[in-house]
């Protein structure tokens, strides 16, 4: 089976600009209903704002016999981060969330977590003339580098994102991230893609993850579903099931071994039913690549007629015979 994980925060109560969805749940809560969630053993945390006790985490984890898929670093909820705070003008802003992902390193360590993660959401602009643009991806290169080369052995990833809370966020494709990993010469990094930033942001999911795959840099995989219009979050497979299908075919193909982390929310749907559709049909479709005829799908995609590649998609993916 897959190695499953879920982002905690979504096991508890969340809210959009017009509803709450949920119960709030504690931490030993969220883990206890991890436990009940049928295909799951990792979770992704929060710190400093879901998790900051090293020990009392720890303890939480053990009682519940969960694994850490990865400590996720928040540096964009303080007063301070509104108008970025990797790329703020301020150099004291800029150091504070550097001390929060250097933290969030020394907390991973501590409780036996091998990465942190950080989606830098308040790092972006809205409007022109708003930012010197060569200034803030310098600053990028020189907060994230200073991150990224502390405890190399928990190593930083970034996960990028086209926008949220900012309009257009300084971080916004896989290229980009690439681009900024290979200006600050860290080898000890990665990225973090999430299958719906992908998306939305008019990218391919799987060509991103191949150019990933195929960088020095490591890859880290959140999953979820969306129109192509916004970060919905849905489970997997309920907007674009092919291209989730072909995106399991190069994780597989690459030999990627990490966790699946369900970055999906709920809302309105149960929790528990929300992440075990994520689990039962990322393994199904897993089972599904190990049957079909790999060479042949291969030989089919080096020609140029896809109609007869359609045709072994019907029959092996869609179950039409």
């Known amino acids: 089976m897959l190695k499953m994980a879920i982002i905690t925060g979504f096991l508890s109560r969340t809210k959009d600009r017009f509803h709450e969805y949920n119960q709030p749940l504690d931490l030993d809560e969220k883990f206890a209903l991890m436990t009940a969630i049928e295909g799951y053993e990792g979770v992704e945390i929060v710190y400093p704002y879901e998790v900051n006790d090293p020990t009392a985490t720890k303890t939480l984890l053990d009682k519940h016999g969960l694994q850490v898929a990865a400590v996720n670093v928040n540096v964009k909820g303080e007063p301070e981060f509104r108008h970025g705070g990797l790329t703020s003008n301020q150099k004291p802003i800029r150091q504070k969330a550097v001390r929060f992902i250097k933290e969030a390193k020394d907390f991973a360590a501590a409780i036996g977590a091998d990465k942190v993660t950080c989606c830098p959401l308040g790092d972006g602009y809205e409007f022109s003339f708003q930012h010197d643009y060569a200034q803030t991806w310098k600053y990028l290169v020189e907060t994230f580098g200073e991150a990224g080369s502390y405890r190399p052995e928990i190593p930083l990833f970034i996960e990028y994102k086209p926008s949220e809370t900012r309009g ?154």
């Open 168 to 321: 257009r966020c300084f971080v916004d494709s896989a290229a980009k991230t690439l681009c900024l990993l290979n200006d600050m010469q860290c080898p000890q990094m990665g990225v973090t893609l999430d299958f719906g930033h992908s998306l939305y942001g008019n990218e391919h999911p799987a060509e991103a993850l191949v150019m990933l795959a195929e960088s020095a840099y490591k890859t880290y995989i959140h999953i979820n579903d969306n129109d192509g219009k916004w970060d919905w979050d849905y489970f997997c497979g309920t907007k674009h099931f092919l291209e989730y299908v072909e995106f399991l075919y190069y994780l597989k193909k690459y030999g990627y071994n990490d966790y699946l982390t369900s970055d999906t929310s709920p809302t309105r749907w149960d929790i528990r039913g929300t992440f075990e559709a994520n689990s039962r049909l990322s393994n199904k479709l897993w089972q599904r690549l190990d049957e079909v005829d790999g060479a042949e799908l291969e030989k089919l995609m080096q020609r140029d007629d896809y109609l007869q590649t359609w045709k072994f998609i019907e029959s092996n993916f869609f179950g039409l015979k």
